[in-house]
């Protein structure tokens, strides 16, 4: 199942910057390990902003929610997410 999700990220000014640099090094590990199993299928940054459009493939509802969940940056984060389907027009099928 593909799931179009927007992170909106807005960490506190008063979090200390070592520890914002640390939760940002552990969310970019873990981002790439789902990048290479495939389950984090694209990461786009939207220009101007702290967000980002991603789009996911897994099994349910709960494995993204508990994807989502575990990101280090998911406390300071706004998450929304879209169910996608396929769309008759399409000419490649995913
Ligand atoms: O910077 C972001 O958009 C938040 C984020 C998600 C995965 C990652 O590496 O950074």
Redesign the pocket.
Known sequence: MLYLVR?D?NIPHDLPAEQAQEIKAR??AY?QDLQRDGRWQH?W?VAGE???YSVFDVESNDELHGLLQA?P?FPYMKISVTPLAQHPSAIAQN
């Open positions: 992170m990220v969310e970019k981002s990461i940054r702290y967000a980002n990101l940056l």
